[in-house]
T-cell receptor, first 113, second 111 residues
């Protein structure tokens, strides 16, 4: 079956622009996660959804970051007024059971110039 | 902040040799997972070991867990060029959903 997909795969934004990153999880997966991965580092947790409910947004680095999953399937991570330090790969993962393995999308590489 | 630390940061071995990577973590866990990441396939789950397990096998992979030392090791036997990737450990740190990741070990298999 289809895995987790993310779009766009690459995004270049000028500093100050807003960006929207999309995640299509595996159909039927209740849990959805967003991570930020800097070069040479492991993923850092950003936020977690169970169906349409955002249960944890403690990892979002600032109020410029906003995530939603209005119908409990597709999710969007929005970054307003992008800064250079936002440059990273943004990974989305979904899971059928929150405790167990997570299935990752290919990521969106964001470069802020 | 990252919970786990992988050791070594980088490892280069000949094809056919065994590769061992270690992970240390800081807080109590329910389970520990190993993932592989390469440019072709992104992050892929390899194996999960629960806190009450000491060893687990999956194909050429062997994972051990020592909760008293808060450490785990991943052994890849008979390495292949396709094993070239970064390997990460991830723990749930007692949470029922949040994974906390190490910085990874970059493994290079030389033909």
């Amino acid at each position: 079956g289809a895995g987790v997909s993310q779009s766009p795969r690459y995004k270049v934004a000028k500093r100050g622009q807003d960006v929207a990153l999309r995640c299509d999880p595996i159909s039927g997966h209740v849990s959805l996660f967003w991570y930020q991965q800097a070069l040479g580092q492991g993923p850092e947790f950003l936020t977690y959804f169970q169906n349409e409910a955002q249960l944890d947004k403690s990892g979002l680095p600032s109020d410029r970051f906003f995530a939603e999953r209005p119908e409990g399937s597709v999710s969007t991570l929005k970054i307003q007024r992008t800064q250079q330090e936002d440059s990273a790969v943004y990974l989305c993962a979904s899971s059928g059971t929150s405790r167990y393995e997570q299935y990752f999308g290919p990521g969106t590489r964001l470069t802020v110039t | 902040s990252q919970q786990g630390e992988e050791d070594p940061q980088a490892l280069s071995i000949q094809e056919g040799e065994n590769a061992t990577m270690n992970c240390s973590y800081k807080t109590s866990i329910n389970n520990l997972q190993w993932y592989r990441q390469n440019s072709g396939r992104g992050l892929v789950h390899l194996i999960l070991i629960r806190s009450n397990e000491r060893e687990k096998h999956s194909g050429r992979l062997r994972v051990t867990l020592d909760t008293s030392k808060k450490s785990s090791s991943l052994l890849i036997t008979a390495s292949r060029a396709a094993d070239t990737a970064s390997y990460f450990c991830a723990t749930d740190a007692g949470s029922n959903y949040q994974l906390i990741w190490g910085a990874g070990t970059k493994l290079i298999i030389k033909p």
